[in-house]
C-alpha cells in the first residue's frame, strides 16, 4: 500500500498569512493526489484533485503543486474560515490512502 | 451535480451487522464509482472500499476484506455498505462519495454507526 504522510499535523496561524501544508508519498504518484477540506462537525469537501487543479467554487486563494512523491497545499491569505482540517489523499492505485490530516487553527 | 443521501444513525452490539445506505440524484449513475470512508471519533479519514457499477466490480481494504460488502443497485440509485462482525473500533462515521475518476467529487452527509454492549 502507498503510505501518505503529511506535516504538520496542526499548526496555527493568523489572518492574512501565507500557509503551506505538505504531503509526502512512499512512491511516486505522478499527479494522482487531492486535497480535502474538512469544517468542525461537517462533511469532508474537495478542494483540489490531480495536485493542482482547483474544483469549482473554491476560492483562488487555495491552491496545489508538485508531482511524483512531494505535494504542497498553499492557501495564499488565511481567512477566518479556513479553520479546518486538511487532508491530501492519493488515487494512483488501490487501496487508496489518506494523511493523516493537517489541523489549521486561527491566531 | 450529484447529491448523496444516507440512511440514518445506527446502534449496533458487538458481534452484528450494520447495513448503511446511500441514495444518489441528480447525475448518471454509471458515471460514477462509490465510495465508503469511515471516520473515527477525533481521527482521520479511512477509505474502506468502492464499488464500481459499470463494471458491476467492487474492490475492498485488505483490512475490511471478509467483513465489508459493498453492493450499487442501478435500479434504485442506491450504494449499500454492509459491515459484519462489528466491535468496538467500527465506532465512526461512515461516508459514501462518489468519484468519477481519481478524486472524491461528492460526499453524503456521513452515519454514525455506534457499537454498544
Known amino acids: 500500500d502507498i503510505q501518505v504522510t503529511q506535516s504538520p499535523s496542526s499548526l496555527s496561524a493568523s489572518v492574512g498569512d501565507r500557509v503551506t501544508i505538505t504531503c509526502r508519498a512512499s512512491?511516486?504518484?505522478?499527479?494522482?493526489l487531492n486535497w480535502y477540506q474538512q469544517e468542525p462537525g461537517k462533511t469532508p469537501k474537495l478542494l483540489i484533485y490531480?495536485?493542482?487543479t482547483l474544483q469549482s467554487g473554491v476560492p483562488s486563494r487555495f491552491s496545489g503543486s508538485g508531482s511524483g512523491t512531494d505535494f504542497t497545499l498553499t492557501i495564499s491569505s488565511l481567512q477566518p474560515e479556513d479553520y479546518a482540517t486538511y487532508y491530501c489523499?492519493?488515487?494512483?492505485?488501490?487501496?487508496?490512502?489518506f494523511g493523516q490530516g493537517t489541523k489549521v487553527e486561527i491566531k | 451535480q450529484v447529491q448523496l443521501v444516507q440512511s440514518g444513525a445506527e446502534v449496533k452490539k458487538p458481534g452484528s451487522s450494520v447495513k448503511v445506505s446511500c441514495k444518489a440524484s441528480?447525475?448518471?449513475?454509471?458515471?460514477?464509482?462509490f465510495n465508503w470512508v469511515r471516520q473515527a471519533p477525533g481521527q482521520g479519514l479511512e477509505w474502506m472500499g468502492r464499488?464500481?457499477?459499470?463494471?458491476?466490480?467492487?474492490h475492498y481494504v485488505q483490512k475490511f476484506q471478509g467483513r465489508v460488502t459493498i453492493i450499487a443497485d442501478e435500479s434504485t440509485t442506491t450504494v449499500y455498505m454492509e459491515l459484519s462482525n462489528l466491535t468496538f473500533e467500527d465506532t465512526a462515521v461512515y461516508y459514501c462519495?462518489?468519484?468519477?475518476?481519481?478524486?472524491?467529487?461528492?460526499w453524503g452527509q456521513g452515519t454514525l454507526v455506534t457499537v454498544s454492549s
Open positions: 489523499q492519493q488515487s494512483y492505485s488501490t487501496p487508496w490512502t
Open positions: 490531480a495536485a493542482s
Open positions: 512512491q511516486s504518484i505522478g499527479a494522482f
Open positions: 441528480g447525475g448518471i449513475f454509471n458515471k460514477y464509482a
Open positions: 462519495a462518489a468519484a468519477y475518476s481519481g478524486s472524491l467529487d461528492y
Open positions: 464499488s464500481i457499477p459499470i463494471f458491476g466490480t467492487a
